[in-house]
């Protein structure tokens, strides 16, 4: 398989995390925690935590929106990765299963469990 195509990248965004960089990881936490979070208490325990970041090479990263980070994201891992990463695929149609454990094609349904 040599082309990315959605769901192979949401799948390599989601589940192939072991192949990302510190900062990438980072930024991902951040996303996910809220960023933007009003309470500054908030922020300050997600950041105590971990949870968040404030450093500024991580919120550069974020600075294009979501997206375009995980664009980036998928993209690297993908350029430098592609042979190693641990991708279910179909047995019969070679497209990607909806999770690392999933048994079942979506798109020709072929079962395999």
């Excluded at 769901?7 to 510190?22: A, H, P, V």
């Excluded at 375009?68 to 047995?91: F, G, Y």
Aim: hydrophobic share 30%; proline share 4%.
């Amino acid at each position: 398989m040599d082309t990315l195509y959605p769901e192979l990248e949401d799948y390599i965004y989601q589940y192939c995390g072991k192949f990302m960089t510190e900062d990438e990881l980072d930024v991902k936490r951040t996303i996910m925690y809220g960023y933007k979070t009003q309470s500054e208490l908030m922020r300050s325990m997600m950041k105590h935590k971990g949870w968040t970041s404030d450093d500024p090479r991580i919120l550069a990263m974020i600075a294009d929106g979501h997206q375009a980070l995980k664009d980036s994201i998928v993209k690297r891992v993908w350029n430098e990765h592609r042979h190693e990463l641990p991708l279910n695929l179909c047995p019969k149609c070679n497209k990607i299963a909806r999770t690392p454990k999933a048994r079942q094609c979506r798109y020709c349904s072929h079962d395999w469990h």
